[in-house]
């Protein structure tokens, strides 16, 4: 049974940090690449940021860049997202994804809310 199961998420103030967690079960780990999305009320999915199944490639949307970073642990079987400097417009739930050629997994979600 596949599991992608986010953590690390909450309140925050403006100019603070949070990591995610995503910790994932059930698939090779190590073929997926991995991502991070985010959907805040009203607004679409956006992808935030992705990282190749061998941590060689890193994609960030233009956003966050400078600010967050995607990392993977194969040895745990988990993928985070750091995130620095968060601002109010951050605020959202945060997806964590699994995908391949033939396959795309999802996690439930964690909200992250920046206000002070």
């Known amino acids: 049974q596949v599991q992608l199961v986010e953590s690390g998420g909450g309140l925050v103030q403006p100019g603070g940090s949070l990591r995610l967690s995503c910790a994932a079960s059930g698939f090779t780990f190590s073929t997926y690449a991995m991502s991070w999305y985010r959907q805040a009320p009203g607004k679409e999915r956006e992808l935030v940021a992705a990282?190749?199944?061998?941590?060689?490639?890193?994609n960030y949307a233009d956003s966050v860049k400078g600010r967050f970073t995607i990392s993977r642990d194969t040895a745990k079987n988990t993928v985070y997202l750091q995130m620095n400097s968060l601002k109010p417009e951050d605020t959202a739930v945060y997806y964590c994804n699994a995908g391949s050629s033939r396959r795309s997994y999802w996690g439930q979600g964690t909200q992250v809310t920046v206000s002070s």
């Open positions: 990282i190749t199944n061998d941590g060689s490639y890193l």
